[in-house]
């Protein structure tokens, strides 16, 4: 079985910052790319920004300059969320490309998510 959880969600002011992190756990042979998706109320859910495990990155072009995807082992990635604007209130999802074997294909998990909201 594998889990991801995430952590650090809340309520900021605008231009604030949140560090969101994400840890994967249980039967995990490898993990490709990480990464966070949102999703606001009355919306679809969308990419945020992604790392592989080369550390390559990849954002989404309403947060570039202001949101940095992060990892510091295999397992676990973060967001930290600068300046942030109302219309960045979502719940955040993180999501990773895991192997739990080494002759089985990769398949994505995916977090509970965890709700930022950002309202003066």
């Given at each position: 079985q594998v889990q991801l959880v995430e952590s650090g969600g809340g309520l900021v002011q605008p231009g604030g910052s949140l560090?969101?992190?994400?840890?994967a756990s249980g039967s995990i042979y490898s993990i490709n790319a990480m990464g966070w998706y949102r999703q606001a109320p009355g919306k679809e859910r969308e990419?945020?920004?992604?790392i592989t495990s080369r550390g390559s990155t990849k954002?989404?072009?309403s947060v570039k300059g202001r949101f940095t995807i992060s990892r510091d082992?295999?397992?676990?990635?973060?967001?930290?969320?600068?300046?942030l604007r109302p219309e960045d209130t979502?719940?955040?999802y993180?999501?990773?490309d895991i192997r739990q074997d080494y002759i089985s294909s990769s398949y994505t998990f995916?977090?509970?998510g965890t709700q930022v909201t950002v309202s003066s």
């Open positions: 560090r969101l992190s994400c840890a990419l945020v920004a992604t954002y989404a072009d082992n295999a397992k676990n990635t973060y967001l930290q969320m600068n300046n979502a719940v955040y993180c999501n990773a995916w977090g509970q």
